[in-house]
T-cell receptor, first 113, second 110 residues
């Protein structure tokens, strides 16, 4: 099973709302990633968790707050977002952070009004 | 800083044709290079990963090559089918991050 699941599939939120994106994998992977992808652009790395600890933060604004409650689950908490944050948010996982194949989820399409 | 470039940006071919997608990278100190496929509005599907010590990898009709010294990778698709229509992304893996190219959007016409 090489599946990474993400919920919700679609999300519409206002600039004052608080919402969360969820990502789950049951492959025993110990590295998990959040990417942001704008239309017709490649994915851009946001955060990397390795063994449930944040190892990379690509200078992401604090209105995005990641959380890794356990080795299978990764959340992205959203608060006071801007319309330019509208994008496809992709989660990925790999066996570990050491340059292994990354497996991506289907993404959450976020629209900020 | 690693930069990854994919040429062409878009490609349209008739069904059955063999084709090559190109990927170049500026920093040859990569650990591996990964090719992905992305359908519109969907996530990424990993196609092939080539370790820096390898020259090529094959999976079905797909063959990916890697030449670190010249900073190039190619994805060869044999006997293309309409179902191969998608955006193909290459990503260089170094310093713990995947750096993606802009992608090549492939259309295979029946």
């Amino acid at each position: 099973d090489t599946e990474v699941t993400q919920t919700p599939k679609h999300l519409v939120m206002g600039m004052t709302n608080k919402k969360s994106l969820k990502c789950e994998q049951h492959m025993g992977h110990r590295a998990m990633y959040w990417y942001k992808q704008k239309a017709k652009k490649p994915p851009e790395l946001m955060f990397v968790y390795s063994y449930e600890k944040l190892s990379i933060n690509e200078s992401v604004p604090s209105r995005f707050s990641p959380e890794c409650p356990n080795s299978s689950l990764l959340n992205l908490h959203l608060h006071a977002l801007q319309p330019e944050d509208s994008a496809l948010y992709l989660c990925a996982s790999s066996q570990d952070e050491d340059f292994r194949t990354q497996y991506f989820g289907p993404g959450t399409r976020l629209l900020v009004l | 800083k690693q930069e990854v470039t994919q040429i062409p940006a878009a490609l349209s071919v008739p069904e059955g044709e063999n084709l090559v997608l190109n990927c170049s990278f500026t920093d040859s100190a990569i650990y591996n290079l990964q090719w992905f496929r992305q359908d519109p509005g969907k996530g990424l599907t990993s196609l092939l990963l080539i370790q820096s010590s390898q020259r090529e990898q094959t999976s079905g009709r797909l063959n990916a090559s890697l030449d670190k010294s010249s900073g190039r990778s190619t994805l060869y698709i044999a006997a293309s089918q309409p179902g191969d229509s998608a955006t193909y992304l290459c990503a260089a893996h170094n310093t713990g991050k995947l750096i993606f190219g802009q992608g090549t959007t492939l259309q295979v016409k029946p």
